[in-house]
Protein backbone atom coordinates (compact mmCIF):
# COMPACT_ATOMS: atom_id res chain seq x y z
CA UNK A 1 0.00 0.00 0.00
CA UNK A 2 1.01 3.60 -0.91
CA UNK A 3 -0.30 6.71 0.64
CA UNK A 4 -0.06 10.15 -1.27
CA UNK A 5 -0.49 13.42 -0.36
CA UNK A 6 -0.01 16.76 -2.05
CA UNK A 7 0.68 19.65 -1.05
CA UNK A 8 1.59 23.36 -2.69
CA UNK A 9 -1.48 24.36 -4.11
CA UNK A 10 -3.04 27.67 -3.92
CA UNK A 11 -4.26 30.69 -6.07
CA UNK A 12 -1.10 32.55 -8.37
CA UNK A 13 -1.57 35.33 -11.19
CA UNK A 14 -1.67 34.16 -15.06
CA UNK A 15 1.67 33.89 -15.83
CA UNK A 16 3.37 33.13 -12.25
CA UNK A 17 4.97 30.02 -10.83
CA UNK A 18 3.69 27.49 -7.92
CA UNK A 19 5.26 24.17 -6.59
CA UNK A 20 3.38 21.66 -5.53
CA UNK A 21 4.46 18.13 -3.90
CA UNK A 22 3.44 15.07 -3.31
CA UNK A 23 4.80 12.79 -0.29
CA UNK A 24 4.43 9.02 -0.32
CA UNK A 25 4.94 6.80 2.31
CA UNK A 26 4.71 2.82 2.41
CA UNK A 27 6.25 0.71 -0.05
CA UNK A 28 8.90 1.35 -1.81
CA UNK A 29 8.77 4.52 -3.59
CA UNK A 30 11.35 4.45 -5.77
CA UNK A 31 9.79 1.08 -7.45
CA UNK A 32 7.13 3.31 -9.11
CA UNK A 33 6.68 5.56 -11.63
CA UNK A 34 4.95 8.73 -10.18
CA UNK A 35 2.20 10.74 -12.63
CA UNK A 36 0.40 13.75 -12.04
CA UNK A 37 -2.79 14.44 -13.70
CA UNK A 38 -5.10 16.98 -13.08
CA UNK A 39 -9.06 17.51 -13.14
CA UNK A 40 -11.08 20.93 -14.03
CA UNK A 41 -14.62 21.29 -13.08
CA UNK A 42 -16.82 19.69 -15.48
CA UNK A 43 -13.92 18.50 -17.59
CA UNK A 44 -12.50 14.36 -17.91
CA UNK A 45 -9.08 14.11 -16.31
CA UNK A 46 -6.09 14.63 -18.26
CA UNK A 47 -2.49 13.69 -17.87
CA UNK A 48 -0.08 16.57 -17.12
CA UNK A 49 3.54 14.28 -16.90
CA UNK A 50 5.51 11.60 -15.57
CA UNK A 51 8.52 10.49 -14.07
CA UNK A 52 10.34 6.78 -14.27
CA UNK A 53 11.51 5.45 -11.24
CA UNK A 54 15.14 6.78 -11.35
CA UNK A 55 14.28 10.13 -12.29
CA UNK A 56 16.02 10.30 -15.45
CA UNK A 57 13.22 10.12 -17.86
CA UNK A 58 9.80 12.50 -17.73
CA UNK A 59 7.09 13.04 -20.01
CA UNK A 60 4.76 15.67 -20.20
CA UNK A 61 1.92 16.61 -21.72
CA UNK A 62 1.67 19.21 -25.02
CA UNK A 63 -0.23 21.43 -23.35
CA UNK A 64 2.14 21.82 -20.38
CA UNK A 65 5.49 20.74 -22.23
CA UNK A 66 8.44 23.87 -21.55
CA UNK A 67 6.29 25.40 -18.55
CA UNK A 68 6.43 22.19 -16.50
CA UNK A 69 8.88 20.47 -14.45
CA UNK A 70 8.51 16.70 -13.14
CA UNK A 71 11.53 16.31 -10.64
CA UNK A 72 11.61 13.25 -7.99
CA UNK A 73 13.71 13.03 -4.71
CA UNK A 74 13.74 9.12 -3.99
CA UNK A 75 15.52 9.55 -0.65
CA UNK A 76 12.93 12.08 0.61
CA UNK A 77 10.27 9.95 -0.92
CA UNK A 78 8.40 12.78 -2.89
CA UNK A 79 7.97 13.83 -6.64
CA UNK A 80 7.28 17.61 -7.44
CA UNK A 81 5.45 19.77 -9.97
CA UNK A 82 7.19 23.14 -10.87
CA UNK A 83 4.53 25.01 -12.82
CA UNK A 84 5.92 28.18 -14.70
CA UNK A 85 4.11 30.40 -16.50
CA UNK A 86 0.65 29.69 -15.79
CA UNK A 87 -2.32 30.22 -17.50
CA UNK A 88 -6.30 30.58 -16.11
CA UNK A 89 -6.68 27.27 -18.36
CA UNK A 90 -4.57 25.66 -15.69
CA UNK A 91 -6.94 26.11 -13.08
CA UNK A 92 -7.68 22.43 -12.04
CA UNK A 93 -7.49 20.03 -8.91
CA UNK A 94 -4.01 18.41 -9.38
CA UNK A 95 -3.47 14.83 -8.41
CA UNK A 96 -0.32 12.47 -8.03
CA UNK A 97 -0.34 8.92 -8.87
CA UNK A 98 1.99 6.15 -8.67
CA UNK A 99 2.25 3.39 -10.70
CA UNK A 100 4.29 -0.33 -10.79
CA UNK A 101 3.34 -1.22 -14.37
CA UNK A 102 5.82 -1.67 -16.80
CA UNK A 103 3.80 -0.31 -19.00
CA UNK A 104 3.99 2.99 -17.31
CA UNK A 105 7.22 3.59 -19.48
CA UNK A 106 5.46 3.33 -22.28
CA UNK A 107 2.36 4.63 -22.23
CA UNK A 108 2.61 7.05 -18.78
CA UNK A 109 -0.92 9.11 -19.61
CA UNK A 110 -2.78 5.62 -19.06
CA UNK A 111 -4.31 6.08 -16.04
CA UNK A 112 -5.87 2.87 -15.71
CA UNK A 113 -2.01 2.20 -15.38
CA UNK A 114 -1.40 3.91 -11.51
CA UNK A 115 -3.09 1.78 -8.96
CA UNK A 116 -2.49 4.84 -5.92
CA UNK A 117 -4.06 8.31 -5.76
CA UNK A 118 -3.68 11.05 -3.68
CA UNK A 119 -6.58 13.23 -2.79
CA UNK A 120 -5.45 16.22 -4.95
CA UNK A 121 -4.54 20.08 -4.44
CA UNK A 122 -6.53 22.63 -5.89
CA UNK A 123 -4.49 24.98 -8.24
CA UNK A 124 -6.04 28.47 -9.20
CA UNK A 125 -4.77 30.69 -11.81
CA UNK A 126 -6.43 33.84 -12.35
CA UNK A 127 -6.39 35.87 -14.97
Known amino acids: QVQLVESGGGLVQAGGSLRISCAASGRTFSSFTMGWFRQAPGKEREFVGSVRKSGSDTAYADSVKGRFTISRDNAKNTVDLQMNSLKPEDTAVYYC????????????????????WGQGTQVTVSS
Open 97 to 116: AASNSGMAISAPALSALYVY
